[in-house]
């Protein structure tokens, strides 16, 4: 696979497909939120013009997040490196750090707007989902994020070596995700919370796996954080599921 990681250039300042992608990703999640807000009429403090209140903030601290939890995991690398630290463009995102602190500055927001943290969560998730889908496609272009050596008919070739396209996986799987939040759960909300709770658990389940098989995990002695953060993720969506599915039956 020999891809250029730059769509183009302008003024000799080189454009890369990954940050395209994250735009893009970034674009419709927003859109999707603001949709989603109207699909809940605004309700539980909900307002027009929410998404964008929010979005682009909980965008630049989570990519900061996304960047610094990478930076951290590879500090050996860093600390000798200090000037490659703020180079996003060639990749180095971890989407558990974007998660992490995109998530705590929603419920920052929410806090401060006096909104419903689940209401607004609930909105969140399917866009994330989908944006999530298209910047996987990132790691295609910058030749990142790949599995180990495979026979499988779609596997791709990474220098010379058939692999796991492991960020095909990722992708497919939260696209399929996105759809069931956005065009069904949705309209079958059963509790506050529910969707939130779905992408949380589907997704934490589904990395777990696909993390199994990656060649480039960040570590912490022998086990890798995406395991780690992925089983906390998978719990902690399974407990926001039962008590409010419970909430629902007491009320």
């Avoid at 539980?44 to 610094?68: C, K, P, Q």
């Avoid at 499988?152 to 759809?179: C, M, Q, R």
């Avoid at 919370?193 to 912490?220: C, H, K, N, P, W």
Wanted: proline letters at 2%; a positive charge; charged letters at 15%.
């Amino acid at each position: 696979m020999n891809i250029n990681p730059v769509a183009f250039s302008i003024f000799g300042i080189e454009v890369r497909w990954y940050g395209i992608l994250i735009a893009l990703g970034v674009y419709l999640a927003i859109t999707i939120l603001e949709k989603m807000a109207q699909k809940k009429n605004y309700k539980n403090g909900l307002y027009e013009g929410v998404s964008y209140d929010i979005g682009l903030i909980a965008v630049l601290i989570g990519v900061i997040g996304a960047r610094l939890y990478y930076v951290s995991f590879e500090w050996d690398y860093y600390s000798k490196h200090l000037n490659e630290i703020f180079a996003i463009r060639n990749g180095g995102l971890a989407i558990y750090g974007g998660i992490i602190a995109g998530a705590l500055t929603v419920y920052v927001f929410c806090k401060i707007k006096n909104i419903k943290f689940a209401t607004l969560a609930d909105c969140v998730a399917p866009g994330l989902a989908l944006a999530q889908s298209i910047g996987r496609w990132g790691n295609f272009f910058n030749g990142e994020a790949h599995g180990g050596p495979t026979d499988v008919p779609w596997a791709i070739v990474v220098d010379g070596v058939k692999v796991h396209p492991t960020f095909f996986y990722e992708s497919f799987v939260n696209f399929l995700l996105f759809i069931f939040l956005y065009f069904f759960l949705s309209k079958k909300q059963k509790f506050e919370g529910q969707l939130f709770a779905v992408y949380m658990m589907v997704y934490g389940a589904a990395r777990f796996i696909i993390e199994g098989m990656r060649t480039d995990s960040l570590y912490i002695g022998s086990f890798r954080v995406s395991q780690i953060v992925s089983i906390l993720l998978l719990i902690f969506g399974a407990l926001i599921y039962y008590f409010g599915n419970k909430r629902k039956f007491t009320d």
